[in-house]
């Protein structure tokens, strides 16, 4: 039978990667690395071999524990950003060697961005790196988190401060995972999707104003965005910027409501708000932003907040300014074309956004 998933590879960097989305993927995959498993024609090749060790939260372990392949040790954190921590890396390695892990062995990340974050900085630093599969079970980890080879923890609060570049051999992505998902987290992810729509996918941008979201397609044109973007720019030294569409508002957003915004919330804010800066540069026509706010409207994402322009505007310094320098922006000029590394003058960005969180 042919399978229902779309597969590519994607070079990063030297590694080459092996992407699967789509239902089924997550039942061939594990039926092909369980260890009493034979006949399930290895469509996913020698990619994760040796001693396996999954790495999951408790949250996942409890939703999907029983799709994993029975005899593979897991190591389950709590769940949420406070698992992504010095002291869980040191205990996930701690349980790594505990599980028989060796340098040919191979670590499977089960869960959303928090897990592939950790697990992949593990299997970065256990012995120097070994290989490891990224399993995303969130919308944001499919479309967004899991694509890139980013890894890494917070350290005091500093967002992914430690991190590396360690690209997975695979990233195996099953929607019909999502069906446990609570609604908060899937709106988290609609707003990268939608981002990711704006960068490069006006055919999903389309759907998406339709009010269509089909999970077994369109994660993967959202996904694709971001795959054609990495390709080009593996180690972000340039056009990954453009990524960034929504952050540097986003980021202003949660760092002035002291992270009670959601991290999606914050982005539709800063989507819609970066968008009439672009229209206030005379970059992009003037109706893009309300189109965009209308989409994410339509997907469960509030574009409003109470907060002051002026707080926002100190949140958004606070990581850029160790980069010496003024904002730079990525802008979109319409819906898929979006420039990057745009400088703006104080003054309209404190137009916009007293203009913008308001309305
Ligand atoms: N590496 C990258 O390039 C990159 C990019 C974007 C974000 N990130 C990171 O991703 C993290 C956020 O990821 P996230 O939003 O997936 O958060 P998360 O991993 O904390 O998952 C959100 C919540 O959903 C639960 N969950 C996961 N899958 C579920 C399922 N199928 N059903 C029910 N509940 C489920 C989790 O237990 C958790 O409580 C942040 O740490 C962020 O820094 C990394
Ligand atoms: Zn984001």
């Known amino acids: ?14 590694v080459h990667c092996q992407w699967t989305c789509g239902p089924d993927a997550l039942r061939d995959f594990f039926a092909m690395v369980s260890p009493n498993a034979e ?3 290895r469509r996913f090749g020698d990619i994760a071999s040796g001693t396996l060790v999954v ?6 372990d409890r939703l999907h524990g029983l799709e994993l392949p029975p005899g593979v040790p897991r190591i389950v954190v709590p769940p949420g950003e406070s698992s992504k921590t010095l002291g869980w890396l040191a205990e996930v390695l701690r349980l790594m060697l505990d599980a028989g892990l060796d340098r040919a062995g191979t670590v499977i990340a089960f869960g959303g961005g928090v897990v592939g974050d950790l697990a992949g900085f593990a299997a970065a630093t256990f012995m120097r790196g070994v290989r490891w599969v990224n ?4 919308l944001l980890a499919m479309v967004d988190a899991s694509i890139g080879g980013k890894t890494g923890v917070d350290v005091d609060g500093a ?17 019909t995972v999502l069906a446990t998902l609570p609604a908060a987290e899937r709106a988290d992810g609609m707003a990268e999707a939608v981002k990711q729509a704006i960068i490069g996918s006006p055919g999903l941008f389309g759907r998406l104003e339709r009010g269509a979201f089909e999970d077994a397609e369109d994660i993967a044109a959202a996904a694709q965005v971001k795959i054609e973007i990495v390709e080009r720019d593996p180690f972000e030294r340039g056009e990954r910027a453009v990524l960034n569409l929504g952050h540097t508002v986003g ?3 949660e760092t002035a409501s002291g992270y009670r915004l959601s991290h999606g919330h ?4 800063g989507l819609v708000a970066e968008t009439r800066l672009a229209e206030r540069l005379h970059l992009a026509h003037p109706g893009l932003a309300d189109r965009i706010a209308g989409v994410l409207g339509q997907h469960g994402l509030s574009t409003r907040t109470a907060l002051v322009a002026a707080d926002v505007r100190a ?8 980069l010496g320098g003024r904002l730079r922006f990525a802008l979109p000029r319409a819906v898929g074309d979006v420039v990057y590394g745009v400088e703006v003058e104080e003054p309209v960005v404190m137009a916009v956004l007293e203009e913008s969180l308001q309305e």
């Open 159 to 175: 967002k992914n401060l430690a991190g590396a570049f360690h690209p997975p051999a695979a990233i195996v992505a099953d929607p």
């Open 315 to 322: 949140g958004m310094t606070s990581d850029k300014k160790r």
């Open 251 to 253: 980021h202003g957003v």
């Open 1 to 14: 039978m042919k399978p229902s998933y779309q597969r590519r590879t994607v070079a990063m960097g030297d």
């Open 55 to 60: 790495v999951t939260d408790e949250n996942v």
């Open 266 to 269: 914050a982005v539709a804010v």
């Open 135 to 138: 399993v995303p079970t969130t």
């Open 39 to 41: 006949a399930t024609g």
